[in-house]
């Protein structure tokens, strides 16, 4: 398939045949969701571990539906009533979960370099589900799924990130990702929320949210990650919807065919127009969710692919 890594930590270190191959898997396991029997057995007879280490409801679910469809058994981990809360180290909570052998573990965590760490210490395939303001890979590929299937190509588009850039891991894996993919990607939004930094990585910046969204194939918006804010990032929820939430005056400079997308939970009436993310025409926000799963189904089905041959070629070798 095109696929050598042992675990999945982020964009930034897969190749672009490599997130043309999960993809092109993800997009077999839509049409085996969309049957009225959904499961195989890829994953037969492995455990994953689901580790939340931040609130998550729709990452959560997906992953643990997807891993349910494959065949795991699948465990999620309470974070917040584990020992981590009594003072053990996620160092110590590693090696207790590498004693229990789990196969895959999936992991979202507060703090920027944890996942990467804890693969480290594990002897099983790693999945970062979201780690501080670093990455969200699997985020990335379901938009970039998403993306494709709606205008049929994943090269050579004008696609606009909009609003908190700043927080967002999911903006950082999509700029990485669609930038590997021959894209032309604008970052909008004020400057406290789009540093000029960013455009080190081959993104143009536009703070006027008209002229940033003009002629572009896709709109993608992004939450307010008031959770990580800790100053005045915005003068007010209402100014900021205002100047750069997504309406249909603001929407008319894309291109008649572009698609709106939001990674969510969305704040409607501050990041964008209820009207335009319920625009069966427009919004591909629900198409988002259904590939979630399948993108999900298929990083697990290829990191276990090669756990399976690894370990394989580790028994041959003691023989």
């Known amino acids: 398939m ?53 609130n998550s ?12 469809r494959l065949g795991a058994d699948v465990m999620n981990m309470a974070m917040q009533a584990s020992s981590i809360k009594k003072g053990e180290t996620l160092i110590d909570t590693a090696m207790t979960l590498n004693a229990m052998h789990p196969d895959l573990l999936v992991v979202r965590h507060p703090h920027s370099g944890a996942v990467d760490l804890l693969s480290q210490k594990v002897n099983c395939a790693v999945l970062n589900a979201g780690d501080g303001r670093h990455e969200h890979p699997t985020q990335a590929l379901l938009d970039a799924l998403t993306i494709r299937r709606a205008k049929g190509r994943l090269h050579r588009l004008n696609i606009a ?9 999911v903006a950082r894996s999509n700029l990485i990702l669609l930038g590997k993919m021959e894209n032309r990607i604008r970052l909008v939004g004020p ?14 910046i536009y703070e006027d949210m008209n002229e940033g969204l003009k002629d572009v194939d896709v709109v993608m918006m992004l939450r307010l990650q008031k959770e990580r804010m800790d100053g005045g990032f915005i003068p007010s929820e209402r100014e ?5 939430g997504l309406d249909a005056e603001k929407l008319a400079n894309a291109k008649p065919d572009a698609i709106v997308m ?4 969305m704040n409607r009436g501050v990041e964008i127009d209820g009207e335009i993310a319920d625009d069966i025409n427009r919004s591909v926000i629900q198409e988002q969710v259904e590939m979630g799963v399948a993108v999900r189904m298929a990083a697990m089905d290829l990191l276990a692919r090669n756990l399976r041959s690894d370990r394989a070629a580790k028994q041959a070798s003691e023989v």
């Open 57 to 68: 409801t729709r990452t959560q679910a997906s992953f643990e539906l997807a891993g349910k």
């Open 262 to 265: 939001h990674p969510g939970p």
């Open 191 to 204: 400057p406290t929320l789009v540093p000029s930094q960013f455009a080190e990585l081959g993104a143009e």
């Open 161 to 169: 990130i909009c609003g908190d850039v700043a927080h967002s891991r």
């Open 240 to 244: 900021y919807y205002h100047r750069y």
């Open 2 to 54: 095109g696929f050598s890594q042992k675990h999945l930590l982020g964009i930034e270190h897969l190749r672009p045949d490599e997130i043309t191959a999960i993809l092109d898997l993800a997009d077999q396991y839509v049409d085996l969701n969309r049957r009225d029997v959904k499961h195989a057995d890829a994953l037969s007879g492995l455990t994953q571990i689901n580790m939340f280490f931040e």
